[in-house]
Every structure is written in C-alpha cells, then in structure tokens.
C-alpha cells in the first residue's frame, strides 16, 4: 500500500493564528487526496476533497476560506486553519487513492488551539 | 443521504472469544464496502473490501466480512480474537463511482488477555 505522511504529528498553537498542515504521499503520485477531521470519540468526517492543479471540493458545512487547501504538487496537498479558534481543535486526517479505490490514511495532525 | 451505522460502540471481550461486528449502510445503488482498523496510536489501515463477487471476504489478520446485500450489512467477524485486536474498528462505504468514504462511528474493541 501507499505510504502517508503528515507533518507536524501535533501543534499547539494561539487562537487567531494560522496552522498549516502537510501531507505527503512518499511513493505514489496523487492527483486526488482526501482530508478528514475526527473529534474525540467521534468519526472521521470528510471535509474536502484536494485535487491537483485546481480548486479544493468542500463537503457541506465545511467553510473553504477557514480551511485552505493547495495540491500544488501530485505528492504533496496542505491544509491551511486560518485564525484558529479552539473549536478547530481535532485531528486532522489525509488520505489518498491509486486508482485502486481504496485509500491509504496519513498518520493525522493533533491541532490544540489554547 | 447516505450513511453509514455501527450500532456497537463499546466491546469487551476475553480471549479466543468470537467477535462480530455490525454494519449497516443506507443507499440503493452500487456499493464499495471496507472495514478500516486504528491501533492504538496508530493511523487507520485497510481491514478488508468488498467490491463486488463473493459476498463473503477475508482480511487481514484472520478478519472477514460478509455482505448481505437485502440487509445492507457489512458485518466484521472474527472466530477467536487476541489481545492484539484491541482497536477501533471502522465501516465505511463508497457509493457509485465516488471515492468519498462515508465512515460509521467506529466500534472500540477491548480484548481483555
């Protein structure tokens, strides 16, 4: 299978400020990949898929000038929190596919805004 | 919508006891299935799936699963499970032709040695 990395593992960072979230497929190219939140106790649930070379696709609910995404690259998608507010704190999932359909999962981002 | 329900949050289970886990899904079309487990401190990795044909399939590690497609199920088994099965399991559903995975609750599996 694919192997997913994610960087940082976790931040704690001030409410306001911006965290930016790295995955990266380390031995497949990936025009598509997948971001997921879990809250404690909860589902992972999908908040946007990142596409390569173009625009995110943002599940409903989920605002898309709060949570950038740029796949600038077929290895590599960010996730942006602007201004982040302690509510945004969770764990930040990616994940990718190769034409298989199945998708292989990053290792996630713990984000804690104080 | 569709959506995806696991109706076992919690369970304990001693050693070499028989495990099953249950998963229903609500959508009428085509259908990818997968159960996905989470070690503790560990990312999710790929239990199982099911795309099409034998409605029953093996996974890893000893895991199957059956579809029952006039139930929508998708339930996770295992004949005697090991302390080493202490995880979260997740069931999950593609529909159509997406690749969006819609994720149940999760089940926690404790197996007590």
């Known amino acids: 299978g694919a192997v997913v990395s994610q960087h940082p593992s976790w931040v704690i960072c001030k409410s306001g400020t911006s965290v930016k979230i790295e995955c990266r497929s380390l031995?497949?190219?990936?025009?598509?990949m997948f971001w997921y939140r879990q809250f404690p106790k909860q589902s992972l649930m999908l908040m946007a898929t990142?596409?390569?070379?173009?625009?995110?696709?943002?599940e409903q609910g989920v605002e898309k000038d709060k949570f950038l995404i740029n796949h600038a690259s077929l290895t590599l998608s960010t996730l942006t929190v602007t201004s982040a507010h302690p509510e945004d704190s969770s764990f930040y999932i990616c994940?990718?596919?190769?034409?298989?359909?199945?998708?292989?999962f990053g290792p996630g981002t713990r984000l804690l805004v104080l | 919508a569709q959506s995806v329900s696991q109706h076992n949050h919690h369970v304990i289970l001693s050693e070499a006891a028989s495990l099953e886990l249950g998963c229903n899904y609500s959508?009428?079309?085509?259908?990818?299935l997968f159960w996905y487990v989470q070690y503790p401190g560990q990312h999710l990795q790929l239990l199982l799936k099911?795309?099409?044909?034998?409605?029953l399939v093996k996974g890893i590690k000893g895991f199957e699963a059956e579809f029952i497609k006039s139930k929508f199920s998708f339930n996770l088994r295992k004949p005697s499970v090991q302390w080493s099965d202490t995880a979260e399991y997740f069931c999950?559903?593609?529909?159509?032709?997406?690749?969006?995975?819609?994720f149940g609750s999760g089940t926690r599996l404790l197996v007590r040695p």
């Open positions: 994940s990718l596919n190769i034409a298989s359909e199945t998708q292989y």
């Open positions: 031995d497949f190219q990936a025009t598509t």
């Open positions: 990142s596409n390569e070379g173009s625009k995110a696709t943002y």
């Open positions: 959508y009428g079309g085509t259908v990818n």
């Open positions: 099911y795309f099409s044909g034998d409605p």
């Open positions: 999950a559903v593609t529909t159509d032709s997406s690749y969006k995975l819609i």
